[in-house]
């Protein structure tokens, strides 16, 4: 029988009904600005839909032209709930949604289980959030494909650039890292602090701080690994909580970039 990892924040950060889901994600993809970029890899929000679902949208509606080549997905997130050292995998089979089942790619997964930065770990997984509101969007551009989830911990971006090496592939693997920007500033600082953040990320300048974004070890392993494939970052989108749905006096900020 299949091991199931059923989600956790479906309700919280976004809808549990999912015919409230499916409109919501529809509504959120077909207002979202289209950059015909083509992306191998993309930096995403994960704050709830209200919040930073339309920046999340702009860089998933980018995969339009190319949805039917992608079959496999590898998400990096960075562990919110558990302490990690290194990269955890959990030991499922399926990571569930309200949208249906996606199935764990279980040769990625061989592909990198040897690796000394890549443990299991179910508990890193159960209530991450960073990973599971990226779904509903894929399962709704892509529909069929497979997933290697990994929450990112204590690690080196050098760490997490060898594994992508090993998960790369072609145009078959899209890789997501789920990054939020600077948390709580006031809407002005959050606003200057979040463009440069963007700036160093655009000139893959891999020393991006915790501070400036909450998946920054997941981020620098990725611009090391898009400089290693001459990859080019465009940025998509860029707001923070301020320009959606919260105050101004403290906000979080969001990017959608683009690495093709």
Not at 196 to 218: D, K, M, W, Y
Request: aromatic share 6%; with cysteine.
């Amino acid at each position: 029988m299949a091991m199931i990892r059923s989600p956790a924040v479906a309700g919280l950060f976004y809808p549990a009904d999912i015919q409230q889901l499916r409109h919501d994600v529809q509504q959120l993809l077909s207002h979202a600005k289209f950059h015909d970029t083509k992306p191998k890899a993309l930096i995403v929000p994960h704050a709830g839909y209200i919040y930073s679902g339309a920046i999340a949208a702009t860089a998933y509606v980018s995969l339009k032209t190319i949805s039917t080549r992608i079959q496999r997905v590898v998400l990096l997130g960075p562990a919110h709930r558990v302490a990690v050292y290194g990269m955890a995998l959990p030991s499922v089979d399926v990571f569930a949604t309200p949208l249906g089942a996606v199935r764990l790619d279980t040769k990625l997964i061989q592909e990198i289980e040897h690796l000394p930065q890549v443990m299991v770990s179910d508990a890193a997984h159960a209530l991450e959030h960073s990973l599971e509101v990226q779904l509903p969007f894929l399962q709704s551009m892509l529909g069929e494909f497979s997933l290697l989830p990994l929450a990112v911990g204590m690690t080196s971006a050098e760490a997490v650039a060898e594994v992508l090496d090993h998960v790369w592939g072609g145009e078959e693997t899209l890789i997501v890292v789920s990054s939020d920007l600077s948390h709580y500033l006031p809407y002005d600082a959050a606003q200057q602090t979040d463009l440069g953040t963007v700036q160093s990320i655009l000139q893959f300048s891999r020393s991006i701080e915790q501070a400036q974004a909450c998946g920054n070890i997941p981020i620098n392993g990725l611009i090391l690994a898009a400089r290693k494939h001459h990859l080019k970052p465009q940025l998509l989108d860029l707001r923070n909580s301020g320009d959606t749905a919260g105050s101004r006096d403290h906000v979080v900020g969001y990017a959608a970039i683009a690495f093709s």
